[in-house]
Structures are given as structure tokens and as C-alpha cells.
Nanobody, 124 residues
Framework: QAQVLVSGGGLVQAGGSLRLSCEAS????????MGWYRQAPGKQRELVAAIASDGSTNYSDSVKGRFTISRDNAKNTVYLQMNSLKPEDTAVYYC??????????????????WGQGTQVTVSS
């Protein structure tokens, strides 16, 4: 069963940094594309950063210039480096991945696999 595992998160002071990781579980899967989302209390889940299979990235305006999404294909992992954190970045962060795998020598995809959330709290 396809899974993605999230690690990182925690409590940091404003201006600090954290790095989140999202790893595809199981050697048969590789990450094709992935997005990092967050959901603050009382708010809708929003996309903050995404990376495509070709490595192209996009960011929400609220994190542009502060967050960096990157991937290590050898480790089947996508990272979200968060710098200059602000209290308004406090939220539960999730990753959602499109995973590729080979079945009977045919490349197939499992889309929209969510990882478990991780809490990021930024104190002022």
C-alpha cells in the first residue's frame, strides 16, 4: 500500500527555521510530484509549495522567498525548508504525493496520497 511518511515540525521562535520531510514508503514507489499543504485552526487547508516531476516549483505568495521545496530522488524524499518563520505559519502541515511504480513492467501512478500531519508552531 502506498504511503508517505512525514517528519519534522515542532516548536520554534519567530524568525527561526524548520525542515519537513516527506518520504515515499516502500522501495517500489517513487515520488512523481508532491505538494505541501497546511491547515491552521478554523481555516481551510491551503497549498503552500509544490514540486513537479521535472523539479519545477511553485509557492503561495505567503511563503514565497521564505520556504523552499526540494527533492532527493535517490532517497524518495521531498523537503520543505522553512526559514524566517512567522506566527502565522503555525499550522498542521501535510504532504500529498503522486507516486509512480512499476507493475508488470508498466509505469503506473497512484495519485493524491496524503501523509500524516505534523504540527508546526511558531511563537512570537
Amino acid at each position: 500500500q502506498a504511503q508517505v511518511l512525514v517528519s519534522g515540525g515542532g516548536l520554534v521562535q519567530a524568525g527561526g527555521s524548520l525542515r519537513l520531510s516527506c518520504e515515499a514508503s516502500g522501495s517500489m514507489y517513487s515520488i512523481d510530484a508532491m505538494g505541501w499543504y497546511r491547515q491552521a485552526p478554523g481555516k481551510q487547508r491551503e497549498l503552500v509549495a509544490a514540486i513537479a516531476s521535472d523539479g519545477s516549483t511553485n509557492y503561495s505568495d505567503s511563503v514565497k522567498g521564505r520556504f523552499t521545496i526540494s527533492r532527493d530522488n535517490a532517497k524518495n524524499t521531498v523537503y520543505l525548508q522553512m526559514n524566517s518563520l512567522k506566527p502565522e505559519d503555525t499550522a498542521v502541515y501535510y504532504c500529498k504525493a503522486d507516486l509512480a511504480y512499476s507493475s508488470d513492467y508498466i509505469l503506473q501512478y497512484e495519485y493524491g496520497v496524503w501523509g500524516q500531519g505534523t504540527q508546526v508552531t511558531v511563537s512570537s
